[in-house]
């Protein structure tokens, strides 16, 4: 089956620096989704990619479908103390069908 | 609006009891899911309902029964649950188009706790 290797696993990070993190996949995916989720609530969509190469920003977080479809990118700037939480990749190949999550990234922010 | 309402938020059950999760969506969307996820981990795929038929079932035990009584309305039934079922359940929407894709959204969640 499809797999999604989301790195890294989890981030320190101090208040005001960028963060980076990525997903890969062994096959080809037609939309690619960021959601943020917070402690006891659910996934909250940040940026939804559907054509590679496209490249798309939500306030201070750019977005990026890969050339390949194979891989996608998320970089927040000028990180905040509410930027904390897990982040997930996830891929799709059509609507009604399932979504392949990667593992999550946990980020913290030290103020 | 994008909003999926989930109730209740919390819920305590026996092995021995029966109990429903509900979900409900105003978006138009055709497409809902149904989610189980455990602390720190993804959201795994339950149940998914295409034009309130079953589409997808992810070989999930018959102790989970789902429903979709309308194009807004998903249920979950649960009945002689494990403890090992606690988990957080996740209800989904999208809109539903063949051949595109489009984003989920996703319900706050029922946190279950199975005694």
């Known amino acids: 089956g499809q797999q999604l290797n989301q790195s890294p696993q989890s981030m320190f990070i101090q208040e005001g620096e960028d963060v980076s993190m990525n997903c890969t996949s062994s096959?080809?995916?037609?939309?690619w989704l960021w959601y943020k989720q917070d402690p006891g609530e659910g996934p909250v969509l940040l940026i939804a990619?559907?054509?590679?190469?496209e490249l798309t920003s939500n306030g201070r977080l750019t977005a990026q479908f890969g050339i390949t479809r194979k891989d996608s990118f998320l970089n927040i700037s000028a990180s905040i103390p509410s930027d904390v939480g897990i982040y997930f990749c996830?891929?799709?190949?059509?609507?009604?069908?399932?979504?392949?999550f990667g593992e999550g990234t946990q980020l913290t922010v030290n103020p | 609006d994008t909003e999926v309402t989930q109730t209740p938020k919390h819920l305590v059950m026996g092995m021995t009891n029966k109990k429903s999760l509900k979900c409900e969506q105003h978006?138009?969307?055709?497409?809902m899911y149904w989610y189980k996820q455990k602390a720190k981990k993804p959201p795994e795929l339950m149940f998914v309902?295409?034009?309130?038929?079953?589409?997808i079932n992810e070989s999930v035990p018959s102790r989970f029964s789902p429903e979709c009584p309308n194009s807004s309305l998903l249920n979950l039934h649960l009945h002689a649950l494990q403890p090992e079922d606690s988990a957080l359940y996740l209800c989904?929407?999208?809109?539903?188009?063949?051949?595109?894709?489009?984003?989920?959204?996703f319900g706050p969640g029922t946190r279950l706790t199975v005694t």
């Open positions: 096959s080809i995916f037609n939309t």
């Open positions: 989904a929407s999208s809109p539903l188009v063949a051949g595109a894709s489009y984003e989920q959204y």
């Open positions: 309902y295409s034009y309130e038929k079953l589409s």
């Open positions: 996830a891929g799709q190949l059509s609507s009604g069908s399932r979504l392949t």
């Open positions: 978006m138009g969307h055709r497409a």
């Open positions: 990619l559907y054509k590679a190469g």
